[in-house]
Structures are given as structure tokens and as C-alpha cells.
């Protein structure tokens, strides 16, 4: 009767031990689907938190030149005119990303700069047409030209 307990436990743990390994399996695999998904979305949120803590940090900067007495006439025009800029480039980029996700795209960012338009999409690919309804949203909007326009997908 010894010997049967003892097989029958054995079994039980040689069963056990098989179940045990298809789930870590089957875990390990949800977990890296998750962390893709995961990573794509902290991308997104992390620049855009990246770039409206910048743009805050700005705003302060020019705030404090505005509002100091020590500052010239000059220079409070100057931070006015470049808050307002900020603020006009904080619009448009909103606006842009805004028609893009309108488009069917789940999520994307916009960056500005004097000469380019660079648009950071979330897609492994883009197609010839998706690229090309993303550059008229550009130059429809910020009349933009389109060799200044920099298209990236992003996972």
C-alpha cells in the first residue's frame, strides 16, 4: 500500500508540475502582449506630461519677467510676445492632433519648430493614403509645406 501512495503522489506532483509550467507560460505571455501595450501608451502620456511641464516651466519664466519691476519695457514686450507664441503653438498642436485622432488614428503628437512639423503617430505602419490624410491636416492647418513635414509611426 506504501508503494501505491507514493505513486499516486508522484503522479499527482508530475501533473501538478506540467500544469504549473504551461501557466507560467501562458502568464509570461500576457504579461510582454501587456508591456507592449503599456510602453505605446507611456509614449504618448509621457511626452505629452514631458511637454506641458516644459511649457508651464515657460510660462512662469515669462510670467516672472512680466511681472518683476525690475524688468524693462522691452523686455516685459518681449515675454509677452513670446508667451503668446507659446500659447498659439500650444493651440495649434492641440488642434492638429485633434483632427488626426478625428481621422480614426488613436493617438498622436505634434511638435512644432520654426521649419518643421514632425507628427509622431501610434501604428507600426502607415499606408501611402494614411500618410497622406495626416500631411493635409498638416498643411491645411499650420500651411505648412510638405518637405518640412516628418511623419513617424510609433508601437
Not at 507560460?25 to 516644459?54: M, P
Not at 512662469?60 to 525690475?70: P, Q, R
Not at 501604428?123 to 500631411?135: F, P
Request: glycine share 4%; proline share 1%.
Amino acid at each position: 500500500m506504501k508503494k501505491k501512495t507514493k505513486i499516486i503522489i508522484l503522479s499527482l506532483m508530475i501533473v501538478l508540475l506540467g500544469v504549473t509550467g504551461y501557466l507560467n507560460i501562458a502568464l509570461n505571455n500576457s504579461v510582454k502582449q501587456t508591456n507592449t501595450n503599456v510602453t505605446t501608451t507611456s509614449y504618448f502620456t509621457s511626452y505629452r506630461n514631458d511637454r506641458e511641464s516644459t511649457r508651464d516651466q515657460e510660462i512662469l519664466y515669462y510670467d516672472a519677467i512680466i511681472d518683476s519691476d525690475s524688468s524693462s519695457e522691452l523686455a516685459i514686450k518681449e515675454a509677452e510676445s513670446a508667451k503668446l507664441a507659446l500659447i498659439s503653438t500650444m493651440e495649434k498642436e492641440l488642434a492638429v492632433e485633434g483632427l488626426i485622432k478625428a481621422q480614426g488614428f488613436s493617438d498622436c503628437v505634434i511638435s512644432l519648430s520654426d521649419t518643421k512639423v514632425n507628427v509622431v503617430v501610434k501604428g507600426a505602419s502607415l499606408t501611402e493614403n494614411e500618410v497622406a490624410q495626416i500631411s493635409t491636416i498638416v498643411r491645411e492647418q499650420l500651411g505648412t509645406e510638405l518637405k518640412n513635414i516628418v511623419i513617424i509611426p510609433a508601437e
